[in-house]
């Protein structure tokens, strides 16, 4: 279990930092805006779709999957 930090600035300015907590599967990891409750997101069908927790944007989902991916891609070189 690695837990990682990713910070997304919004369009005024604001900032949310999620917290990211990803386990054995590359495909799943669960995730928590500014320390929220925990929320879990799946890769189905080639897409980051989220399977539990409080409804996300589908544009961050899109953002921390991205994130993830370019993280395991840079682990495997």
């Known amino acids: 279990m690695e837990e990682l930090a990713y910070i997304h600035k919004d369009q005024n300015g604001g900032t949310i930092t999620y917290t990211i ?15 929220g409750t925990v929320r879990r997101a799946k890769k189905q069908d080639e897409k980051w779709i989220q399977v539990a927790g409080e409804d996300t944007a589908t544009e961050i989902l899109d953002e921390l999957g991205r994130f993830m991916e370019r ?5 495997k070189m």
């Open 21 to 35: 907590v990803e386990y054995s599967a590359e495909d799943t990891f669960d995730f928590m805006p500014n320390g």
């Open 71 to 75: 993280r395991h891609w840079q682990q």
